[in-house]
Structures are given as structure tokens and as C-alpha cells.
């Protein structure tokens, strides 16, 4: 008697529950066809083993899926090339005021071209890690530079730089501003 009271609570239940996953919300989709589920990393989530990623785009067009490749991995490597460069201008600005010397024009110059020339250095280390086509036919690229390219660059970068904008480097003379900035730029290293 227990068996036919409990086995019609336990089907209904079973079907309620199937029932709710018509209402699931979708994690990410694509930009371009929103009632499409898409790769996480389309929706800029971090990939582990990459220190900096940037995701690019590109329309559907009859020069073909290689054009849109390209074009996408453009646009994925400008958008890194924003972020790193507002990061790295950060890190000085916020070494420099260590020095008492922040806020002049001449020091908000030599800042600009420091994290350009660093940001020109340090890209040149990424790669495609991974691309999809939309349900909509756009293309969509993923971008990385691994843990290990992106140390070695910035390293490399920060040298160049160094040459390129001494003046700035002067004004890191101080140990405290130097320490400052160490510890800021290891800090880099989880963006």
C-alpha cells in the first residue's frame, strides 16, 4: 500500500522538476544572437594560464572565415592593448606620486608614452587560444598571453622603456618609488 502512495508523489515530482528547466537562464551568449548559449570566454571570463586575454569580433563576410579571423584577432588585441595600457599607466601614476611629484603635465607625459612604449613591448607575446563561429555567422577570437610570455615580455618592456623614457625613470630614483613600483608591477601579474 506504501508503494502506490509514494510512487505517483515521486513521478510528479520528478516531473515538476523536468519541467522547470524550460525557464534555465543562459550564462553567456552570443553578442550577435542572444538566445544562443556561447563559450564562457566569449562573455570575457578568465581563462586559467593567461595573464591577460581580450576576445575580438568580426561580422559575416564573403572574403571568407580566414579575412574574419584576422579581423577579429585585431580587434581582440586593440581591446588588450586598452586595458594593459590604462593598467600600466596606472601603476606609474601611482609610483610617481610615491616621488611627490604627480599631477604635472610634463610627469602625465612622460606616463602616456611610458605605458605606450611598454604596451607596444608587451603584446607582442599573445596569441589565438581559441575562435567560434556565432549561430548568426560572425566570428569571435580569443586572445591570451600565457603567465610565462606575459612576465617576460613586461620584463623585456619595462627594460626598453627604461632607455626609451629615462626621464621618467629619473623620477623613480628614490628608493621608495622604486620599491613602490616593484611591488605594483607584480601586482600586474593577476589582471
Given amino acids: 500500500m506504501q508503494k502506490t502512495i509514494f510512487l505517483p508523489i515521486i513521478f510528479s515530482g520528478l516531473l515538476w522538476g523536468c519541467s522547470s528547466n524550460q525557464d534555465t537562464v543562459l550564462q553567456c551568449t552570443f553578442p550577435d544572437a542572444a538566445d544562443q548559449a556561447a ?10 594560464g593567461y595573464a591577460l586575454t581580450g576576445v575580438g569580433f568580426a ?6 572565415i580566414g579575412f ?3 579581423v577579429a584577432s585585431n580587434d581582440a588585441r586593440v581591446k588588450m592593448a586598452q586595458a594593459f595600457r590604462t593598467q600600466v599607466a596606472a601603476v606609474f601614476r601611482q609610483s610617481v606620486s610615491v616621488t611627490g611629484s604627480d599631477g604635472d603635465d610634463a610627469t602625465e607625459t612622460l606616463i602616456e608614452s611610458a605605458s605606450r612604449n611598454v604596451t607596444e613591448q608587451a603584446l607582442s607575446g599573445t596569441r589565438v587560444i581559441k575562435s567560434r563561429t556565432s549561430p548568426s555567422g560572425a566570428m569571435y577570437v580569443l586572445i591570451g598571453m600565457s603567465d610565462a610570455d606575459y612576465e617576460r ?4 618592456a619595462i627594460s626598453v622603456s627604461k632607455t626609451k623614457d629615462s626621464e621618467l625613470w629619473q623620477r623613480f630614483k628614490e628608493e621608495k618609488a622604486i620599491e613602490s613600483l616593484e611591488a605594483l608591477m607584480g601586482r600586474t601579474n593577476k589582471l
Fill in 153 to 156: 615580455t613586461l620584463k623585456n
Fill in 59 to 64: 561580422k559575416q563576410n564573403p572574403a571568407g
Fill in 68 to 70: 574574419m579571423k584576422d
Fill in 39 to 48: 563559450p564562457a570566454w566569449v562573455c570575457d571570463e578568465s581563462l586559467k
